[in-house]
T-cell receptor, first 111, second 114 residues
Framework: GAGVSQTPSNKVTEKGKYVELRCDPI?????LYWYRQSLGQGPEFLIY????????DSGLPNDRFFAVRPEGSVSTLKIQRTERGDSAVYLC?????????FGPGTRLTVL | RKEVEQDPGPFNVPEGATVAFNCTYS??????FFWYRQDCRKEPKLLMS???SGNEDGRFTAQLNRASQYISLLIRDSKLSDSATYLC???????????????FGRGTQLTVWP
């Protein structure tokens, strides 16, 4: 069956711009997670949804980052006033309460 | 201090070699333990879960020592296709739940050469 999909696969933007990253979880998965992976590091947790609500958003680095999942399926990660330090691969994962399955990620580059 | 510490390597071994990776975790409340594999520029994929009794999956053996908060992965008879980054992962979920964030180590890079 279809896995987790993320769009776009690559995003290049300029410092100060706004970006949206999209995640389509595996159908029926109630839990959805966002992680960020910098070069040479393991993924770092950002936020986790159970259904439509954010169950844990303690990993969001600051108030420029926001995520929504309005219908309990697709999620969008929104980054305002991007900074060069936001450059990373943004990974989405979904689960039914067990194994987390990851999407291919969105590679964000802030110039 | 990071939740999960791993030696980043790199490990460069010939085909057929046995190689071991280790990691330590800092939070004694950690509930679940995993090894994920990540190929270059790809997403992490679950390799195996890790249990206190130790578990084996073909050429791969994982061990967990809760007392010393230590996790290991042993790969026997290495293949070229084993070349990847191996991520040590722990989950600190609410009691009775398997949900919650994963904490990743920085990964250990393995290259198997012919």
């Amino acid at each position: 069956g279809a896995g987790v999909s993320q769009t776009p696969s690559n995003k290049v933007t300029e410092k100060g711009k706004y970006v949206e990253l999209r995640c389509d979880p595996i159908s029926g998965h109630t839990a959805l997670y966002w992680y960020r992976q910098s070069l040479g590091q393991g993924p770092e947790f950002l936020i986790y949804f159970q259904g439509t609500g954010a169950a844990d958003d303690s990993g969001l680095p600051n108030d420029r980052f926001f995520a929504v999942r309005p219908e309990g399926s697709v999620s969008t990660l929104k980054i305002q006033r991007t900074e060069r330090g936001d450059s990373a691969v943004y990974l989405c994962a979904s689960s039914l309460g067990g194994t987390q399955y990851f999407g291919p990620g969105t590679r964000l580059t802030v110039l | 201090r990071k939740e999960v510490e791993q030696d980043p390597g790199p490990f460069n071994v010939p085909e057929g070699a046995t190689v071991a990776f280790n990691c330590t975790y800092s939070n004694s409340a950690s509930q679940s333990f995993f090894w994920y594999r990540q190929d270059c520029r790809k997403e992490p994929k679950l390799l195996m879960s890790v249990y206190s009794s130790g578990n084996e999956d073909g050429r791969f053996t994982a061990q967990l020592n809760r007392a010393s908060q230590y996790i290991s992965l042993l790969i026997r008879d290495s293949k070229l296709s084993d070349s990847a980054t191996y991520l040590c992962v722990v989950n600190i979920a609410d009691r009775g739940s398997t949900l919650g964030r994963l904490y990743f180590g920085r990964g250990t890079q393995l290259t198997v050469w012919p």
